[in-house]
């Protein structure tokens, strides 16, 4: 089936510190979403892309939807203790409403 | 404005029990997805339901099955759990079926012993 790789895995840094994760896909996905979640909760949204090539902003996170529409990647600038948690992609193959996320990316900050 | 509400929070079952578990969608959302997440993964797509249709099935067993109401709230049941059916079961509304964005739940925990 269709899988997302997500990379790193995880990653330790220093508050102030700019971080850059991406994600992957073997097939063209049609919307690339970034959720963050925090231990015993949901996931919740902090960017959506729709199109090839476009790049969003949500304060200090920025995402971009690669114009090959088969990767995103998310950059957070000047990390701050609470970005701490894990960051998941998502995108939805072809016109269907399916969400298939990736593994995470666990980050974790020093202050 | 209310979110994605779901419940219980947390369910403990054995193993050949019956669980049903209830989502409320943010208002005026029309589909309701539902996912499994185990721990340390991403969560896996069960079910979409649009206009009380379903629209999209993942990978899983017929023990999983559900449903949407006239008010878009829904419920996803499953049969004869198993251990392996402990997770974190979420659900997600959207206000169309594709593109779009999908809002989460706090989730519900479910424990099989």
């Known amino acids: 089936g269709q899988q997302l790789n997500q990379s790193p895995q995880s990653m330790f840094i220093q508050e102030g510190e700019d971080v850059s994760m991406n994600c992957t896909s073997s097939?063209?996905?049609?919307?690339w979403l970034w959720y963050k979640q925090d231990p015993g909760e949901g996931p919740v949204l902090l960017i959506a892309?729709?199109?090839?090539?476009e790049l969003t902003s949500n304060g200090r996170l920025t995402a971009q939807f690669g114009i090959t529409r088969k990767d995103s990647f998310l950059n957070i600038s000047a990390s701050i203790p609470s970005d701490v948690g894990i960051y998941f992609c998502?995108?939805?193959?072809?016109?269907?409403?399916?969400?298939?996320f990736g593994q995470g990316t666990t980050l974790q900050v020093k202050p | 404005d209310a979110g994605v509400t779901q419940s219980p929070t947390h369910l403990i079952k054995t193993r050949g029990q019956h669980v049903t578990l209830r989502c409320s969608p943010i208002s005026g959302h029309k589909s309701v997805s539902w996912y499994q997440q185990v721990l340390g993964q991403g969560p896996q797509f069960i079910f979409q339901y649009y206009e009380k249709e379903e629209r999209g099935r993942g990978n899983f067993p017929d023990r999983f099955s559900a449903r949407q109401f006239p008010n878009y709230s829904s419920e996803l049941n499953v049969n004869a759990l198993l251990l392996g059916d402990s997770a974190l079961y979420l659900c997600?509304?959207?206000?169309?079926?594709?593109?779009?964005?999908?809002?989460f739940g706090p989730g519900t925990r479910l424990t099989v012993l």
């Open positions: 892309l729709y199109k090839a090539g």
């Open positions: 097939s063209i996905f049609n919307t």
């Open positions: 997600a509304s959207s206000l169309r079926l594709a593109p779009n964005e999908q809002f």
């Open positions: 998502a995108g939805t193959p072809s016109n269907t409403g399916k969400l298939i």
